[in-house]
């Protein structure tokens, strides 16, 4: 069982930057790698960012590439997303998900096993 905890949305300007974290807990989580995925109202669950916390490896969706950055922090069991120069179409609950270091695909949600409650982000023009 894995506990995620997201924390860091809020309302930020066009240009502007957000940190978001998420805490994980529990006995298997270092048989997890940690995705971000955000959903907008009447959109899909999109995958936004990932990384390997076995080797630090790091992946992004092209829509984010260049403005946002993931990191882990492993002795704190967090995982942060640095979002740089927002845009309005960046508003949405960002949600951190945790799924086997076995899976290799990252943008798939359904292969992720477990979920935070979603912090929210809006970007205004």
């Known amino acids: 069982e894995v506990q995620l905890v997201e924390s860091g949305g809020g309302l930020a300007q066009a240009g502007g930057s957000l940190t978001l974290s998420c805490v994980a807990s529990g006995s298997t989580f270092d048989d997890y790698d940690i995705g971000w995925f955000r959903q907008a109202p009447g959109k899909e669950r999109e995958g936004v960012s990932g990384?390997?916390?076995?080797?630090?490896?790091?992946y992004y969706a092209d829509s984010v590439k260049g403005r946002f950055t993931i990191s882990s922090d492993n002795a704190k069991n967090t995982v942060y997303l640095r979002m740089n120069s927002l845009k309005p179409e960046d508003t949405a609950v960002y949600y951190c998900?945790?799924?086997?270091?076995?899976?290799?695909?990252?943008?798939?949600?359904?292969?992720?096993?477990?979920w935070g409650q979603g912090t929210q982000v809006t970007v205004s023009s």
């Open positions: 998900a945790a799924r086997p270091t076995w899976v290799v695909t990252w943008w798939i949600p359904d292969l992720y096993e477990y």
């Open positions: 990384i390997s916390r076995s080797d630090g490896s790091t």
